[in-house]
């Protein structure tokens, strides 16, 4: 498991990491990719979400500039790879009184 934090830029969903990241390797090899995210309490009360799909490897250099301008640049001087994550499957679950609310959405 190696944490990423995607971002949404140019209507499309964005995760970077280092090249030498295990999960970039990951990535290249098998592009299937699943993204859960972390709770915010013990009790729930943000929710979850947890999507599913295929990533590729994204470098329109035009494009790239307008995505990591939304984020304020890449932060870092060093290279980083940006993938590109398409939505098959996103599954959310909200908890009201103790009871669980599921959503499904497919591509």
Same mark, same amino acid.
């Given at each position: 498991?190696?944490?990423?934090?995607?971002?949404?830029?140019? $209507?499309?969903?964005? !995760? +970077?990491?280092?090249? @030498?990241?295990?999960?970039?390797?990951? *990535?290249?090899?098998?592009?299937?990719?699943?993204?859960?995210?972390?709770?915010?309490?013990?009790?729930?009360?943000? $929710?979850?979400?947890? !999507? +599913?799909?295929?990533? @590729?490897?994204?470098?329109?250099?035009? *494009?790239?500039?307008?995505?990591?301008?939304?984020?304020?640049?890449?932060?870092?001087?060093?290279?980083?790879?940006?993938?590109?994550?398409?939505?098959?499957?996103?599954? @959310?679950?909200?908890?009201?009184?103790?009871?669980?609310?599921?959503?499904?959405?497919?591509?």
């Amino acid at each position: 498991m190696h944490p990423v934090t995607p971002w949404v830029a140019v $209507g499309r969903l964005f !995760v +970077r990491m280092y090249p @030498t990241s295990p999960k970039a390797g990951d *990535l290249q090899r098998d592009p299937r990719y699943a993204l859960h995210s972390m709770m915010d309490n013990d009790d729930g009360e943000g $929710g979850e979400v947890a !999507v +599913r799909g295929t990533a @590729t490897t994204f470098t329109d250099p035009r *494009l790239l500039t307008e995505a990591f301008d939304v984020i304020g640049g890449t932060g870092t001087d060093e290279p980083l790879i940006v993938f590109e994550l398409d939505i098959d499957e996103v599954n @959310t679950t909200t908890y009201e009184k103790g009871e669980s609310i599921r959503g499904r959405w497919r591509a």
